[in-house]
């Protein structure tokens, strides 16, 4: 392969193999082994498949991530930048981190040489340009790339707040510097303008929608050399020569120099959330003078110190950069979202000032409240009162009575489920974080889990989410049950015992969707019945988040011994785990994000993050350090591509930097953490003087990739027979050493009083389990034939078919217009079945000859050209390429396709199959509604 980072990665696993026949790769093993924790990480991890991450130059959290954008559009072009991309559009001063939504990618500067262009163009007519992964490079705080066509030499770093540019031009009259505010990640400019102050000096602001809505941005840069003219335009048209404002939209300047060969003029970007002055405070504060090694060596200087908190030994140079690298990663998100001096914008979409703390954004909740935060409260204490306080102030500000959910850039996005602050709150309070009132905090965690918005109605009333088609209910329940554990303990803290009670009630509601006969989690409608078409591996959507029936089936954090008694106990725990191992990997929805599959174990998302440790909690904690060292293996590595899924705001990465040294934080509220399987020899946790400024260290001795099992344990010298320590245990410091051996020691971890404590009281009376479902039915269809593909109920003539399993149902409450022609009810184009293949197949009497009709509507893919979709009748091509957007005129109106004269097959039945067309972007082809009628 043409990677020069894949091909170093296949080296260095090659070195380790030689190593042992070979004194010079041994030496090079020892080298790389006493590179600093700076020098091991490696920014382009993740860039590559879908780990959706960022390679250019930040310091850790800071609001600035100045990087590369070679793409602002597709799935795989969230952060900006794709491995595989061959071009450059410039370079950006915000970028996401790991995240499944595109947004940011702000004022975009970009060095080109020859004619003026406006316009991305193509290399060499435009300011895009090609690059070669040859001669770029990244470390942390550090950027390098040429331009092939301008034959620029680009050098990027940054501070918290700034951005930094060093561009070495070759000889030339007609060198310029594109300032591109029209340019954004999957967002929609609005409003602009752009001053030039005189001829070192720029101003301006945008405003778009995006994922984040009504988002300003606000940024001051100065040049280190004058330029000698500048052009503005506006939607790629010059204004008037000798303009110097612009307001408006799809704004852009380029200002013009003369400059001798190796000739560098760099440029400093100071940006703000506030204001023109807040941006203009922030540059002169970060970055006073023009000194661009410093400021490069001070960002070097901030990530030692933050890597160097874990200090890991190991023979595998692989090892060491996977590890650091994603220990980089995790520091990537939340970022800083204030001014030099404090101010802020805030959910209300005001300035705020004289709030003592840090405010910051970008809290993918869902995700990190599982391990990364958790993270932070070890490698980086002094933010996490900082980040609950900006929590409580987002809280004030947005005026829905909810913790934030997803917030970015002062607007919140509402995205994903669950109310997972209050886990992250509720576990900095008992690691004995005080910066913020707990009293304020925990009321205003109770007032969010009280509201009746996303299912939560009848989460209260029932004491579980009612199933409807695309209502993720199951899911929900699930999630919001965890969340209601950690409600409930601080409420018990605080002496709210009727509350504490309340929650911890409501805690135990994910026994309310165990369907004992198919021992899964699954949908319950409002009148306590099972929700009907199961199927264990699809629903994803639908009943599930990003998940089939399997990614939920362990779902209860806060309860894992009440969960294994649901299957049984230990051996039947045991048997659901391993069967979920030994699974078919196939699931029946083409969803990117579950990646990373053993089985239907998906380490590619977030809900199976926890699993791989619940053999502890059943008495084989050596499955959980096989199936541990296997994802690690098999999933992570140093390349671009060595993120099996989205990195989403640092958790992929935290949940490596955990298990690599041994353990994790299955109930990340519990201040518990299970052991697994460490992949270093050796780990050393230097605590912040805020924590005690202890050591905490973990010694594997005799580990190596064989040797995964632990044989026996000691802490701090003394026997340890259990498979779990606490986060006391770690601030008090000291040595947790294990022995390691070939075979699983079966009994280490096994007797109950090893496994890891309860999280539920152990009087707690359960309420009882539901009935068990029955076994579905076949359901006999008889012509006329009509079926609403995306409904569980009946819609009029349209009849719900329970015999299929195949695929997903989405719907949404749109407005349809049904005016065209045989028109079903709205109703059957208010939901869809979606999969990237599924066929219907009905019985009809033979000698005759029928007509098919088939009904669409686009309710969710607004984008031409996103969604095209074949269908077959019988086998032969009755649409090719067809794109239902493009049919139907826009979205949410109805599409009648009519087929006549179609007979049966040879089995009696006429079948109808849709499947995505190859290459459609969205490879999930869809389908409302079906009619089989006589004639």
Known sequence: MKHSHLIRHRLAQALIVSALVSPFAASSARAAATLTPLQSADPMVGTDGHGHTYPGATVPFGMVQLSPDTRTESWDGCSGYHYSDSTIQGFSHTHLTGTGCGDLGDIMLMPTVGDVHFDLGTPGNGYISRFSHARETASPGDYKVFLEDPKVAVELTATNRCGFHKYTFPRTDSAHIVLDLAHGIGNNPYDGGITIENNRTISGYKKTNGWSSNRSIFFVMEFSKPFSTVALAQDDQRFAEGSTTAKGNHLKAVVNYATRAGESVLVKVGISGTSIEGARKNLAAEIPGFDFDATRTAAQQMWSKSLGAVQIDTPDPHIRRTFYSNLYLSHLAPILFNDVDGAYMGMDHKVHTGGGFQNYTEFSMWDTYRAEHPLLTIVEPNRVNDMVSTMLAEYNENGLHSTPIWPLWGGETFCMIGYHSVPVIVDAYFKGFKGFDPEQAYQAMRDTAMQDRSGLATYKTLGYVASQPGEQATSKTLEYSFDDWCLARMAKALGHDDDAQMFLTRAASYRNQFDSRIQFMRGRKADGSWRAHFVDNGLVGDEYTEADAWQYAFAAQQDVPGMIQLYGGDAGFIRKMDAMFAASSKINTGIPDITGRIGQFAQGDEQCHHVSYLYDYAGAPWKTQARVREVMSKFYDDSPAGQCGNDDCGQMSAWYVFSAIGFYPVNPASGVYVLGSPVVSKATIHLDKSLGGRTFTLIAANNSPKNIYIQSATLNGKPMARAWFTHKDLLAGGVLRLTMGPKPNTMWGKPVAARPPLSMPASYQYAALPAPSEPDKLVTFTVPIRVAAGSD????????????????????????????????????????????????????????????????????????????????????????????????????????????GITPGPDGKIRIRVSAAPGSPDQNAKLSGLEILPG
Do not use: C
């Not at 149902?809 to 939901?831: E, R």
């Not at 869809?832 to 969710?860: I, M, N, S």
């Open 793 to 900: 109920e009946n819609i009029g003539d349209f009849m719900a078919d329970p015999n299929i399993k195949d695929g997903g149902i989405s719907s949404n409450g749109a407005a349809i217009d049904t005016s065209v022609p045989n028109a079903a009810p709205a109703g059957v184009y208010q939901g869809e079945r979606y999969a990237d293949d599924l066929t219907y197949a009905y019985a009809v009497p033979v000698g005759k000859t029928y007509t098919v009709r088939l009904h669409f509507a686009e309710l969710f893919d607004s984008d031409p050209g996103m969604r095209i979709e074949n269908i077959q009748i019988n086998g032969k091509p009755a649409l090719t390429d067809f794109e239902i957007l493009k049919a139907a005129g826009g979205m949410n109106k109805a599409i009648v396709k009519e087929f006549s």
